[in-house]
């Protein structure tokens, strides 16, 4: 949806029109009393800005909770890699100290 021309409320700026939003989601807003100003699309929907259109308002409120939703996906996959490698650590150390213990034991017995 091209959301270019759509005029906002902002609690801080005032009522302004969305002149851009690059590959990056970054709108540009410009608002008559400040000049342009950027903000995070759909962030800003949420926090800081309001569609005076309710359709681009509820697309943008549900981006951001798909957003999120995939922020915390990454996060918990993130987090069961480290543990998954943190838990190969102890027991690859784990696994190297009983070798050592056996090879200890093989060298004493040996030696009688």
Do not use: H
């Amino acid at each position: 949806m091209n959301i270019t021309g759509t005029q906002i409320i902002s609690d801080q700026y005032g009522i302004g029109t969305i002149t851009s939003i690059t590959d990056t989601m970054i709108m540009s807003i410009s608002f008559p009393e400040v000049g342009e100003k950027r903000f995070m699309y759909p962030d800003a929907f949420c926090k800081s800005i309001q569609s005076e259109d309710t359709i681009i308002q509820e697309e943008a409120e549900a981006a951001w909770i798909v957003k999120l939703e995939k922020k915390k996906a990454e996060e918990a996959a993130a987090k069961n890699a480290e543990d998954s490698a943190k838990f190969e650590a102890e027991t690859l150390f784990k696994n190297l100290g009983t070798a050592l213990t056996n090879t200890n034991d093989i060298y004493q017995n040996a030696d009688r």
